[in-house]
């Protein structure tokens, strides 16, 4: 709830009726939710911050979360019949942008957020060399990615954020983690994100969660004036997306 004596309006207070199209709530296939025991729990997290609608999207990297349409079908099949009629779950995949990522692109194997939207991400330690070869590939295949969490990649952090502007500018939508607006993964990925707040630079909002802690943490978010109004947007545009 809002209040008129609180200096800081929670995040909370802003996301609800919001989609959740980036969390690792399927069971058992990454490296978030273990079990459907797990997943219900996260789901049910979720409702209390009044968020009912989701697209799980598991980690698809090569030899590590080697997922497929398949395995994923599979794991929503598994979650899918214990939840209640208001819960509104779908599918998708975050995909590490490397060689066996371009190999999905080829095989028509992708799984996207919407019609056109798919969630990509980069190593923590280095973009791709080819990184835009592999968006170009996408692009040719009439997909339009969404970069996960730009923030957490500190090798573009910078002043004058050239690295991201270049992205952007080959048609990538930034999506931020809500937990990056927190301490959560470090100061220098909470200021990058106040910064591409700023600088008008951030399109969606998800939460990425893994785990219960996640939600905790999401619900102690709070969010300055300075900055409510392009959150505000941001979460609009969120929203949109689906409607
Ligand atoms: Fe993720």
């Known amino acids: 709830m809002l209040s008129i004596f609180r200096k800081n309006t929670f995040l909370v207070d802003l996301i609800e009726g919001i989609t959740d199209f980036h969390n690792h709530i399927l069971p058992g296939i990454d490296d978030g939710a273990k079990t459907v025991e797990e997943s219900i729990e996260l789901i049910r997290e979720f409702e209390n911050l009044g968020i009912k609608n989701f697209v799980a999207t598991p980690h698809v990297i090569g030899e590590y979360y080697p997922n497929t349409p398949e395995t994923i079908s599979k794991a929503y099949g598994e979650l899918k019949p214990h939840l209640s009629d208001s819960i509104k779950l779908g599918y998708a995949a975050e995909y590490m942008m490397d060689q066996h990522f371009t190999e999905i692109i080829e095989n028509d194997q992708i799984l996207p957020i919407t019609k056109k939207k798919v969630l990509v991400e980069m190593s923590y330690f280095q973009p791709p060399i080819n990184l835009n070869e592999i968006l170009f590939k996408l692009q040719n295949n009439s997909f339009s990615p969404i970069l996960a969490h730009p923030e957490r990649y500190s090798y573009w952090h910078s002043k004058d954020l050239q690295k991201y502007e270049n992205i952007r500018s080959r048609g990538c939508d ?25 600088n008008d630079m951030i399109d969606l909002l998800a939460s990425d969660v893994h785990r219960k802690d996640h939600i905790e943490k999401i619900q102690n978010i709070k969010i300055s004036k300075k900055h409510l109004k392009t959150l505000q947007q941001i979460i609009q545009n969120s929203k949109n997306l689906f409607s």
């Open 174 to 198: 930034f999506q931020l983690n809500m937990l990056s607006l927190s301490g959560h993964y470090g100061k220098g990925i909470q200021k990058t994100a106040f910064q591409l707040i700023e």
